[in-house]
Structures are given as structure tokens and as C-alpha cells.
């Protein structure tokens, strides 16, 4: 990351500050995004800035939200003013709360999924363009295992994150033309101990490695290696770093030249549920090869279209 300038969202605390942080011992030059301020009304962006200048790295804040399409747009404004360019953006700003999902407020999911998914998607198109100019670059989008997993009394938090699931394959396959790559990782780490229920159970454990600084360097490492590839998904916990995938089955072909009964679809279900060999796709149009090719081999197409 030497000299390469990086945009982190939600860098005045928690694992954004840590990738900050991480960043610049790296060398690169950061850009400090986050809304919040401090008890004295100063922007925790720039406390964090004016730190990372302390020690010598190259830093400069960004007080906008990321949720509001102008803030996203000052925010990549702001790399381009200060450095002239944007080799990396990470979307790591983020709001948490749960409910269940008949007690959930309307405008407190949609205020979750504007933080989250609007706000990854406004400061990624922002990104993306410049990037694109320049011929190259790289995002990495911040999911959640709630989002991958389920957990109950989350559902505005998961679904926002799912939506920034959905969105990261896209940009992946999109920016694999301009040499722009997209990751997505799941995070977890002891933040704001207290703030998620039973929390303190998943941590506690996991001591010391439940910090921030556990994650930041594999957040730098797939932000700012070209080794780290695109379209992953991956989870870092506790000093543990995996990836993470959704895998397709071979499936049930119903067999005859007509659609399938209930009955029939209900003798195959155990097929159907059956993972195996659990392709990994790149894209949707492989599962339709995956498909016309097994019809095909069925001597089978015919029924499919209905003929
Ligand atoms: N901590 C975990 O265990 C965990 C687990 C899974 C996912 N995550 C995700 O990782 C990210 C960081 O989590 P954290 O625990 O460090 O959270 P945090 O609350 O400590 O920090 C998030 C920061 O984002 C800022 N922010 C919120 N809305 C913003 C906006 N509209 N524009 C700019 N900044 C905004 C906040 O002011 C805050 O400083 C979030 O996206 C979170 O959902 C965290």
C-alpha cells in the first residue's frame, strides 16, 4: 500500500479506525471517512487524521455520510483533492440494532439499509468511476455473518447486509474489465462491548484475539494485495481467517416430458437438498450451463421449453 491512497468509511472507531491505522503502517495514504463527533462536537474523522499525521503517515478526514449520495460522492472527492487518486476503498461504515421482525419499524429498516447497502453502493459507484480512469483499483465491501447465517432479532441488519452481498458479485464481475477487483468480509471483533446481545459470550473466549487489530491486517491484505484476487467472500474471527461460499447441487431433473407432480418433486426432495458436488459459480449464466447441459445429456431440452 505504499504511497496508494485508501479510503476507509467509518474509520473513527472500532474496526475502521483499526484499518486506518493498519493502513498507514502499511504507508498508504488515508482518507478518513466517519459522521460521528466526539464529546467536544470535533468529527471523529479528524481526530483519527490528525493521529495518523502524528505519526507521520499521510492522512486527511472526510466528514460526510456515506448514506447521502452527495456525502459519498465528497467523500471520494476528498482522495482525488488530497492525492490525486483512489487505489482503494473500504466500505466499513455501519449502524447497529436489532428487534424482531414484528417489531421492526419501517423507517428503522430502511434507515439500516440506507447506512449499509445505499451507503456501499453510493461511495462504490463514486470509487468505481475514478478507478475505472485509472485503470484499475480495489473494493472491499463489509458483510456480516448475521447476514450470511442468520441470527435471530436481526432481520433489518441482515437483510442490508445480504443486500451488500448481492452487490459485491455484481461489482466483481463488472470490474474484472477495468482490473478492479471486490472482496466481501464479515468481520467480527469486540467493538462495543455490551451493544449486541449475548456478545460477550462469543468473545469472551476468544480473549485478546477478539480485537480489532486481529482483522485489520487481512482487511489491508484483501484491499491491497492483488494475491487476495476478487469475488471472495470471506469471515475473520478471533485470529481465525476463512472464506466463505454459496454452493449449488447437481439437483433433481424431472423426468418425463411434462411438469412434475407434487408427489413426484416430493420423492426427489432428498436430491434436491443434496449439496453435492457443490459447484462454486462466478456467475449466474454457469448454473443455466450447468443446467442445458445436464438436459442435454438427458437428451431432455425439449421439455424445458415447453414443446
Ligand atoms: N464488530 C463486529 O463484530 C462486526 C461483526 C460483523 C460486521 N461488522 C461490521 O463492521 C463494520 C464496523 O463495525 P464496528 O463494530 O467497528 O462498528 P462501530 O459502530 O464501532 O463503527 C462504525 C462507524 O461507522 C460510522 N458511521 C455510521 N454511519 C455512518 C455514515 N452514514 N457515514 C459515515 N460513517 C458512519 C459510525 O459513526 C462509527 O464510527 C460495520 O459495517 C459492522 O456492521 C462488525
Known sequence: MQGRT???TGAGK???????????????????????????????????????????????????????????????????????RVDALVNNAGIVYGGSLVEQAHEDFRRMVDVHLMGTFLTSRAAFRRMAEQGGGSILNTVSTIGLFGMAGMASYAAAKG???GLSHV?????AEHGIRVNALAPMADTNPGRTKGAEEFFAPMGRRA??????????????SDAAG??????????RYARVATVLGDGWISPGPNPPTVEEIAAGFDTIRDLRPGHELERMQEEV???????????????????
Open 163 to 165: 443486500g451488500i452481498l
Open 211 to 224: 480485537a480489532a487489530e486481529y482483522v485489520a491486517p487481512f482487511a489491508v491484505f484483501l484491499a491491497g
Open 6 to 8: 485508501v479510503i476507509v
Open 171 to 175: 461489482l466483481a464481475i463488472e470490474g
Open 14 to 84: 472500532g474496526l475502521g479506525r483499526a484499518y486506518a491505522d493498519a493502513f498507514a503502517r502499511e504507508g498508504a495514504h488515508v482518507v478518513v471517512n466517519d459522521i460521528a463527533t466526539d464529546e467536544s462536537g470535533e468529527p471523529l474523522a479528524e481526530r483519527v487524521a490528525e493521529q495518523l499525521r502524528g505519526t507521520g503517515a499521510a492522512a486527511v478526514s472526510a466528514p460526510y455520510s456515506v448514506a447521502d449520495p452527495e456525502g459519498a460522492e465528497a467523500v471520494v472527492d476528498t482522495a482525488v483533492a488530497h492525492f490525486g
Open 230 to 239: 476478487t469475488g471472495g467472500v470471506y469471515s475473520a474471527a478471533g485470529g
Open 289 to 307: 450451463r450447468l443446467i442445458n447441459q445436464r438436459l442435454a445429456e438427458l437428451g431432455n431440452t425439449r421439455a424445458l421449453v415447453g414443446e
